[in-house]
Nanobody, 119 residues
């Protein structure tokens, strides 16, 4: 069992930055960030493999960075140059069952943290 607790969301103007944190009780081979905007399907944003290889959605490449502090058991998502279309609930996920690391085939999910970007 893995417990995930996200924090760091908030409201920011377009062009601003936020850093999301996900405290986890156990690390898994893949850990990832997803987001879901109202009326839209959940989408993978960034995933990180245990060997530090990272995968990003095209929509966030060059703007978001996923990282992990193994000493503190925290997964981060640094978000820069935020756009109104980044507005969503952001979720941390762990333990990929199968398939692409940006598909929502994960066993464990946090409760989410809201990010709102205004123009």
């Amino acid at each position: 069992q893995v417990r995930l607790v996200e924090s760091g969301g908030g409201s920011v103007q377009a062009g601003g930055s936020l850093r999301l944190s996900c405290e986890y009780t156990a690390s898994t081979y893949y850990m990832a960030w997803f987001r879901q905007a109202p009326g839209k399907e959940r989408e993978g944003v960034a995933a990180r493999r245990a060997d530090s290889v990272s995968t990003y959605a095209d929509s966030v490449k060059g703007r978001f960075t996923i990282s992990k502090d193994t000493a503190k058991n925290i997964l981060y998502l640094q978000m820069s140059s935020l756009k109104p279309e980044d507005t969503a609930m952001y979720y941390c996920a762990a333990y990929l069952r199968s398939g692409s690391p940006l598909r929502d085939s994960y066993n464990y999910w946090g409760q989410g943290t809201q990010v709102t970007v205004s123009s």
